[in-house]
């Protein structure tokens, strides 16, 4: 049974950092990463990395967001820095596995405000 486990959201100050991470048990993965819904708005990408460590971020994210995996703990980690209010979200771990099977995990809240 496949397992997306995340871990590292909470509430944090505008220019303030977080750390999320996603944990994947019962599968390897071809592709893991982050995608993120605000209230009112479609699921849109934050960022993604391969089995071979290539990395792919949105545009409104580079700069500040790091995405980095163990592939040996099948578990991937986003550092993000220079939070904003508009980076406010469910923050959604993915896996797409070398069959090209999608997996989601359940969600964590990131809240940016003052």
Do not use: H
């Not at 303030?16 to 390897?28: E, F, K, M, N, V």
């Not at 508009?86 to 405000?113: H, I, K």
Request: net charge positive; hydrophobic share 30%; with cysteine.
């Amino acid at each position: 049974q496949v397992q997306l486990v995340e871990s590292g959201g909470g509430l944090v100050q505008p220019g303030g950092s977080l750390r999320l991470s996603c944990t994947a048990s019962g599968i390897s993965f071809s592709r893991m990463g982050w995608f993120r819904q605000a209230p009112g708005k479609q699921r849109e990408l934050v960022a993604t990395i391969t089995s071979g460590n290539t990395a792919n971020y949105a545009d409104s994210v580079k700069g500040r967001f790091t995405i980095s995996s163990d592939n040996a703990k099948n578990s991937v980690n986003l550092q993000m820095t220079s939070l904003k209010p508009e980076d406010t979200a469910v923050y959604y771990c993915y896996l797409l596995t070398r069959n090209a099977y999608n997996f989601w995990g359940q969600g964590t809240q990131v809240t940016v405000s003052s």
